[in-house]
């Protein structure tokens, strides 16, 4: 894929999340998350590829997956006012049918539109297929590793944010009842991803999101995982306990570990 079909692409996004635009405070709040999301996606998609794969054609091909990896969010929050997917429908296969309902993708080569449109379909599945087309496998992992950094960016400000400044879909509906369900912290402990139909309350969520970091599949996600300190900001937002801490240090020393080891084996 060269620079301009790119650049077309970009345009034609710009054009499409404007049809959803609304003049309701609350709900435009959630329209702009995704779109600023998809964006800074945009660009820690650039970052990690040049870091862990180089140059070339297919850089545009990892920039054009992650502009589309969350298109079917938008019309997602306009049919159901909710960005959870269990009370919905799938945002990865409606992103898919968005794709090729607008034509977005035609003019592209079979392979390339196969690639672009697999990797969206399962940007946000619970663990990469086995098996999965070795053309795929590396725009896949690296998706999922820069929609994870944006994820955590945008949880930790939404805590940040005045209540009646936040986007209400962020946290999925789950209830701020203050702790957390002790069974998964222990996952933590065990390096085990959490799932999403465990969770009880907003801490859980933050839980959750925190187990994330084992499905990291890159160095440079690690590195800016590291950098922009998102696991003590995330942990700041925690109950103040020893067990949280205790599995907090637990996963620093993961990530420093895991930064070794992927920086040896380079």
Not at 191 to 206: A, G, N, V
Not at 209 to 229: K, T
Request: glycine share 4%.
């Amino acid at each position: 894929m060269d620079g301009s079909k790119l650049t077309a692409y970009k345009e034609w996004f710009d054009r499409y999340c404007a049809t959803f635009y609304s003049s309701d405070d609350s709900y435009q709040r959630n329209i702009l998350l995704k779109e600023v999301h998809t964006r800074n996606v945009c660009a820690d998609m650039v970052t990690i590829f040049a870091e862990e794969r180089g140059g070339g054609e297919s850089a545009a091909t990892a920039e054009a997956i992650a502009l589309f990896h969350d298109v079917g969010r938008f019309e997602q929050y306009r049919r159901y006012r909710t960005f959870r997917d269990s009370d919905s429908e799938n945002h990865a296969f409606l992103g898919v049918r968005v794709l090729a309902e607008h034509g977005v993708l035609d003019g592209l080569p079979a392979k390339e539109q196969s690639v672009i449109r697999e990797s969206v379909r399962l940007h946000n599945v619970f663990a990469i297929p086995a098996h999965l087309d070795p053309e795929i496998l590396p725009f896949l992992k690296l998706i999922r590793d820069a929609d994870k950094l944006d994820i955590w960016r945008v949880f930790i400000e939404h805590f940040d944010l005045p209540p009646d400044q936040r986007a209400s879909a962020v946290t999925l509906g789950l209830p701020d009842t203050g702790g957390y369900t002790t069974e998964l912290l222990r996952s933590l402990y065990e390096k085990r991803m959490i799932l999403l139909s465990r969770l009880h309350t907003i801490d859980d969520f933050k839980l959750l999101q925190l187990s994330w970091i084992f499905d990291l599949n890159s160095r440079a996600a690690l590195r800016l995982l590291r950098e922009r300190r998102y696991i003590l900001r995330l942990a700041a937002t925690l109950p103040d306990d020893r067990e949280v801490g205790d599995a907090i240090a637990m996963l620093e020393e993961h990530v420093d570990a895991m930064l070794q080891t992927k920086g040896n084996s380079a």
